[in-house]
């Protein structure tokens, strides 16, 4: 039998109180730290859960103007609008800890409501008039919006008291060993809004996002294989640079996608092809040392790295610290406008902090380009004589309302206002190559946040 001295048990005493110390300083060291993770997370999902609100409900009071329009340009005027506010709604859900392949009906939705009105305004300017079926439709839509932004009001109402949750964030709390209370979260009030969607009118009309196209598959992964878990990791890791990675779940729907999260970040990546599809770091951010330059230099080298081809900056837009920058796909010079891919970089170390390939992977593939019949100089002839080109006339295929795409010159003007201010509006004008006629005008506001095109 051992016996143990005096000193000997005073130190085991000793060594098991410092080990209880310890492990006391290192739980709450660990309570700190899941704290201030919980914080963080919670604030970005909480500041999109608002903005999604607001534009829902911007939604809904356009769409009552839309019931009352009857001109060509004011329902033009109407859908741009209700175009832009469903593009920040979306890109506001896409923020949230949700299984988007779940939510196919919030999400047809927000991509309908624009070009259902564009497609009246155009069949208004060649003579035709709004049914008293598309009137009805605009009711329904209206009414839609404004139940989803009552439903987001109590949602935001339910987490500001606690009675509802951010089920991502309980989860990774779990799993961290901390014990989360058993409330509704935020996917299943979602669900509960998506079944409301159920007698949701079917969009017949001539636009990119009605019923069948909304169905298709992404072109960009067409032929390429499934890959595991660990490939889609490493992908994520390699492009985002960011550690330690958490995998989340898995999503459905027409691409099917791995989840994975970290201390302030959410990201997607596509089974098929392994590529990254969405990735939102919501970290805290610091002042702002960088230039524009600097940053955008950070998002070239981004697309680099992303090894999905060719791409040409296009805009950017400097807002709350974070530059955000949209790219256009290049096929033989031509800019692919369909196929777009939006990152954002952090001014104050020139980090990525998010990063959208959706419009990019849905939309990609090798075109066949239709014949050039009208010389870039011709095509700049028919410019207005309010208009002064900058330089030469650059191709582009744009997307149109009769979901198809057009191959135009891009002429970048100078334009005068007439209202003599001796300030000129900086104007893109896109002329056909085959037809020599106009396809779009859009205006560029160029202020020390960015470049806006409306």
Known sequence: MTTISRRGIIRLIS?????????????????????????????????ALGELGEYISN???TLQKGRYATSENQLQGLAAKLWREAGSAKSCLEQLPLDGGELD???????????????????????????????????????????????????EAGLNTGSLTFGEVAHRLQADGLDETAVPDLQQS??????????????????????????????????LSDFPESFARDALEQLSGVSEIQYVGETQGNMPCYQFAGDSFTATVSKQGGKVVYFLNARPLGEASLSVEDALAAGDAVMQESGLGDFAYRY????????????????????????????????DNGQ?????????????????LPEILVSEAEARSRLSPYL????????????????????????????????GSGEFDQVLVYVN???????QILILMKDDLGVLVM
Do not use: W
Not at 190 to 218: R, V, W
């Open 15 to 47: 060594y098991t109180a410092a080990l209880v110390v310890a492990l006391a300083v290192a739980a709450a060291g660990g309570y700190a730290a899941a704290n201030r993770y919980r914080t963080t997370i919670e604030y970005g999902y909480q500041r």
């Open 59 to 61: 939604l809904d009071i």
């Open 105 to 155: 009906g919030i999400n047809k939705f927000l991509s309908q409501v624009g070009n259902f009105c564009m497609s009246l305004s155009h069949r208004v300017a060649n003579g035709g008039d709004v049914t008293a079926e598309e009137t009805k439709t605009l009711q329904q839509l209206s009414a839609y919006a404004q139940n989803m932004t009552m439903r987001l009001s109590d949602i």
């Open 190 to 223: 979602f669900l509960e809004m998506e079944e409301e969607l159920a007698d949701y009118p079917t969009m017949i009309y001539d636009g990119p996002f009605s019923d069948h196209i909304y169905q298709q598959k992404p072109r960009a992964l067409e032929g």
């Open 316 to 347: 950017y837009s400097l807002n709350n610290g974070v530059l955000a920058i949209n790219y256009a796909a290049v096929q033989d010079g031509v800019i692919l406008y369909s196929d777009l891919i939006k990152i954002g970089i952090a001014m």
């Open 352 to 368: 990525l902090v998010s990063f959208d390939a959706n419009g990019y992977l849905m939309n990609h593939a090798s075109r066949s």
């Open 388 to 419: 002064t080109a900058q330089g030469e006339g650059r191709l582009a295929l744009i997307p149109t309302t009769q979901q198809t795409e057009a191959l135009c010159y891009e002429f970048s003007c100078t334009g005068d206002p007439g209202d």
């Open 433 to 439: 190559v085959e037809s020599g006629l106009e396809e």
